[in-house]
Structure formats: structure tokens, C-alpha cells
């Protein structure tokens, strides 16, 4: 059978996988729906198919080279080694809130940046991998959600992201522990009032000679 790669089909794809996939996932998905699970007769190869599909994700990936925001809207983010993201999340994206970059939309690349950090700051996994290490307070004042909320609260904390937006490479796979902070709502918004983010020394000591005062 006859079958042409094409961008709506890989959307679905990684949408019912939840929003999040690798390359290979997301192939067999699209194999699954569209071809009967083989490989359509106008590719050569299974590698010819996958990588058809992962240029065409490049191509709606903010990351990569030459990007052009005013001509294609985002589509798929890079959250790590071969793994995609829908830029518009879905599934996963359980702890959406504020967590913006309203400064950096200023200049395109900044929009396309700040799509590619909350993408960062909104991985699943790299998002729990960072609150099993610090725990579920705020690194800058301390402020727990379920000490102050109690049920409501439990388990609810931002993560933000703090290498600076300069430094984010193209194929930049992010560290849990170095790379992601977990923040208050107050504190997360705080940080963000600057741009480049203010760092979380600089607002602790902020917080810090405020209470002494
Ligand atoms: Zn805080
Ligand atoms: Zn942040």
C-alpha cells in the first residue's frame, strides 16, 4: 500500500500518545493508524519512514535551524533525546498556571525560545525527576501549598527553568536538578518579572533583607 507522511497524521499521533512521545513511538503510532503496522510500499525502509517523519517534525520545531515563527506556527517541541512534545501540550500538562516568559515574546526569537523553556518547564518527566530531589517547597521562600492549602494543595508546586534563555542550544536536553528549580506561585512570578530570569539567589535575597527591615 500507497502512503504519504504528512503533518495532521503526526499530530494525531502524538496527541494520542498523550502529548508526548519519541520519534519511534510516534512512527509506530502513525504505522498503526494509517498503513496496517507495515511500512508503505514508497518508502524503502522502515529508517527511510521514520526519518521522513521526524523532518517533517522538524519542520514545526521552534529549535531547530532557521525556524521561521512568522511563516510556521510551532508545532512540536525537542524535550530531550528524540523526544517530542506538542507545543500546544494536551494529556500530560498538569501543571499549566503561570508560568510565561512575557518579556521574551518582544522579539520573534524570544517567542520561539520562550515556547521551547515552558515546553522545558512543563515536561512531565523532567518535572518529577526535579520535585523527588527538592520536594514539593519553594527553593526561594520556603512556602509549601499543602501546609497552606492542605489537601488542595498537596503535591502542587512550579518548576522553573533557569539556565538563561541565551544559553539554550538547539538540541539542549534538559538536567532535572541543575537546569530545574521548584518555585512558589509568588516566587515564580517574581523571577520572571526580568528578563533574562532574575536568579534565585539574587530574589532569596530580596526576600531575606525585607524581613529583616
Ligand atoms: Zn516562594
Ligand atoms: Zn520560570
Partial sequence: MKYTVNIDDIEQALFALGG??????????????????????????????RQTIQRKMEDYCPQAEGFD?????????????????HANGSGKREFTAAEEVPDAKQY???????????????????RNK???????????????????????GKAFIHVHHVKPLAEIKNSYVVDPIKDLIPLCANCH?????????????????????????
Fill in 20 to 49: 508526548e512521545a519519541k520519534a519511534k513511538a510516534i512512527q509506530d503510532q502513525v504505522l498503526k493508524v494509517h498503513c496496517g503496522e507495515s511500512i508503505p510500499d514508497n518508502y524503502q525502509h522502515e529508517k527511510s519512514f
Fill in 69 to 85: 515563527l512568522s511563516k510556521k506556527e510551532p508545532k512540536f517541541i525537542r524535550v530531550g533525546h528524540g523526544l517530542y512534545r
Fill in 108 to 126: 520573534v526569537e524570544g517567542a520561539t525560545r520562550s515556547i521551547a523553556v515552558n515546553a522545558y518547564e512543563r515536561s512531565a518527566d523532567a
Fill in 130 to 152: 526535579c520535585v523527588e530531589h527538592y520536594g514539593y517547597k519553594c527553593q526561594c521562600c520556603g512556602f509549601s501549598f499543602e501546609e497552606k492549602y492542605g489537601e488542595l
Fill in 189 to 213: 512570578a517574581m523571577v520572571h518579572r526580568a528578563s533574562p530570569a532574575i536568579s534565585i539567589e539574587k530574589l532569596k535575597a530580596e526576600i531575606k533583607c525585607r524581613s529583616q527591615a
